[in-house]
């Protein structure tokens, strides 16, 4: 399996390569060069599959020869033996249309997990066979940052800096990222949003001096291996409830665009998804851009879902381009576009394509309450509010879709990971799973630095270590 990039000047790269690279030297998302494609009987054979067996036949046609059958599923076995559930992403029945699939039973509380624990392995895998230092640099609304850091700290030949906005993360966010006191992990708290962060990511990317002397590498959605094991749960769901029999729809609480696109990925390889819901709070580029063709960036609103409290949402560019006949230097002069306006138009190409597969909905905070007390009275789920917000899109969308086509929710978050939003909302403080432990006893460092490139740069410069 070969990688290339949205924006066509970079070099395509194997399946190792785009796992330690992360974003495109031409500052395109590496995408594979062809979707694989699984027929009828290739999916009706995953029935009743474990979740590791599940992740080894989904993710093999991505891996290419870059990983052993055999080392696969080892590494697989161990990322997902970290999760406190048997069945690692359980289905959860609502009513009879709804469904919820909890992907939060890791070690960080959020479904982020999923791809980090898997991704850190690979990781280490890939530099065992390799003399160099890999800096990881990222932007996090909370979610990415913990889980990052949880699957990386104390691995050698690996540091991460990992910003996050200052104050706009929740204290278990904070605490989950802070409290790890590993000697490669660098945590800096931006006096910005965390768009902000990410732009002075995506200029680190982009910096050839900074480049140079490290070999930076993302652990964003932007990094594919990450999105290939958000595949892996569509399949997983979707064969548990009647797939390829039966057609599902999905419903994804949306901020990066990597967890729904992970969806779009599994309608490409057979998967019969129906519907892949887009939901998004009031900060609504997403649903703008779906619904009316306008991918306009607004001031950041902070909301109570932060981890979708973006304007930006990166791996857009992945469908626009897919959509778009793959054509590279007519995604590279969009994006070019965008970059210097902050606003874009989407071609009717590129609209009419997304409309065959994806809504969209806006959810603001009181359909986000409603969600969550419907699922409590209803189901005596306790819902975090971004699986709220996903729920209140789904039931949205429900009338417009075959009764027959069961709607999956994706759970991304433990209610516990952001209970102060959820006591406000239904007046349940949730509790904190025990797999937590003492994070509000332990020792916090991190610093705080301006959102100013130059100095956020020379932080970390006076601390990574060179490539080789
Ligand atoms: C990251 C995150 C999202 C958004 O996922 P994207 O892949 O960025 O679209 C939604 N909910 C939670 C809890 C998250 O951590």
């Not at 590279?328 to 989407?346: P, V, W």
């Amino acid at each position: 399996m070969r990688y290339i990039s949205t924006r066509g000047s970079a070099p395509a790269l194997d399946f190792e390569a785009v796992t330690l690279a992360g974003l495109a030297s031409d500052g395109g998302l590496y995408i594979p060069e062809a979707w694989p494609r699984f027929s009828a009987d290739e999916i009706a054979a995953l029935a009743g599959l474990s979740y590791v067996e599940t992740a080894v036949r989904v993710m093999a046609p991505f891996v290419g020869d870059a990983l052993g059958e055999d080392e696969l599923r080892a590494l697989c076995t161990q990322a997902y033996g970290r999760f406190s559930h048997d069945a690692v992403t359980p289905l959860v029945q609502l009513d009879h249309r709804h469904w919820l699939l909890e992907l939060f039973h890791g070690p960080t509380l959020a479904f982020k997990d999923v791809a980090l624990q898997l991704l850190g392995l690979l990781f280490e895998r890939f530099l065992s066979q390799r003399d160099t230092h890999l800096t990881i640099v990222g932007a996090t609304s909370g979610d990415t940052g913990s889980a990052a850091i949880d699957a990386v700290a104390g691995r050698a030949k690996i540091d991460i800096f990992m910003l996050h906005p200052a104050g706009r993360v929740s204290d278990v966010q904070r605490r989950q990222m802070t409290t790890m006191l590993a000697p490669n992990v660098h945590n800096i708290a931006i006096e910005g949003s965390f768009d902000d962060a990410q732009a002075m990511v995506k200029a680190l990317f982009a910096d050839r001096e900074f480049t140079g002397r490290f070999a930076l590498s993302a652990v964003n959605s932007i990094n594919w291996a990450r999105l290939m094991a958000q595949v892996v749960y569509y399949f997983y769901a979707g064969v548990r409830l009647g797939a390829p029999g039966k057609a599902i729809a999905f419903a994804v609480p949306t901020g990066n665009f990597g967890d729904v696109f992970a969806g779009y990925v599994a309608a490409q390889m057979g998967l019969p998804v129906e519907r892949l819901i887009v939901a998004t709070n009031v900060n609504d580029i997403l649903h703008r851009a779906l619904s009316t063709g306008d991918y306009s960036t607004g001031q950041v609103v902070p909301t109570a879902t932060p981890s979708m409290d973006i304007q930006v949402s990166s791996n857009f560019e992945r469908l626009l381009f897919d959509l778009g006949a793959r054509e590279g230097s007519a995604m590279a002069a969009q994006m070019q576009g965008f970059e210097a306006s902050r606003a874009m138009k989407l071609t009717n190409a590129q609209r009419e394509g997304a409309a065959k597969l994806f809504a969209s909905a806006r959810i603001d905070a009181d359909a986000m309450s409603l969600a969550m007390r419907w699922a409590n009275e209803r189901a005596g789920q306790i819902l975090d509010p971004h699986t709220a917000v996903g729920l209140a899109a789904a039931m949205h969308h429900a009338d417009e879709i075959d009764p027959a086509v069961p709607i999956v929710t994706l759970a991304t978050a433990h209610a516990g990971k952001f209970r102060d939003a959820v006591e406000r909302a239904t007046g349940i403080r949730p509790g904190l799973p025990a797999r937590v432990g003492s994070l509000f006893s332990r020792e916090e460092r991190f610093v705080t630095l301006p959102a100013d490139l130059n100095v956020v740069k020379a932080w970390i410069a006076e601390r990574a270590t060179p490539s080789a």
